[in-house]
């Protein structure tokens, strides 16, 4: 049996990495990144996940941040480091937008700031996004589970 868990993780590296690219490089040629997905994960079906990925972030940015910036108590998003605002942006994404299981965006998103970022970003990125996921539960009238 084949384990999906890693090919998703690939799959948001690669996304994590374009999407610091945007923020360090907002004049880059995006058609760039297509080939360079596919190039990295050659899989149609990760191929598919990550652009999926990466045209949400992007689509949803200003939402993500406004909503991001809202949960992080005593940080701007502009103070963060460049990977973890990042991850932090694609963990959102999956939270607001997709119906991946938010334990699991969650997890995932503290195993790319631990390869990504410092000995600090993990529980960092842990903290916000928790605190995202309850705010939208909250906000839906539904109890964290």
């Known amino acids: 049996m084949t384990r ?3 090919d998703r993780r690939n799959a948001r590296i690669v996304v994590v990495q374009i ?7 907002p004049e880059h040629n ?3 990144d297509e080939e360079w997905i596919k190039r990295r994960l050659r ?3 990760l191929v598919a996940f990550a652009k999926s990925l990466l045209a949400g972030v992007r689509l949803y940015q200003r939402e993500i941040d406004d ?4 949960v992080a108590e005593n940080w701007s998003l502009s103070r963060m480091a460049i990977t973890d ?3 932090l942006r694609l963990g959102a994404y999956e939270l607001l937008y997709t119906d991946t299981p938010p ?3 969650i997890d995932e998103a503290v195993e790319l ?4 970022g410092s000995q600090q970003s993990g529980p960092f990125v842990n903290g916000i996004l928790d605190r995202l996921y309850r705010d939208i539960m909250a906000q839906r009238g539904t109890s964290v589970e």
Do not use: G, M
């Open 4 to 6: 999906t868990i890693p």
């Open 19 to 25: 999407l610091y690219q945007d923020d360090v490089n």
């Open 30 to 32: 995006p058609a760039w």
């Open 43 to 45: 899989h149609p079906e």
């Open 67 to 70: 909503r991001l910036s809202a």
């Open 85 to 87: 605002r990042n991850i």
């Open 103 to 105: 334990r699991v965006v």
């Open 113 to 116: 700031a631990k390869l990504f």
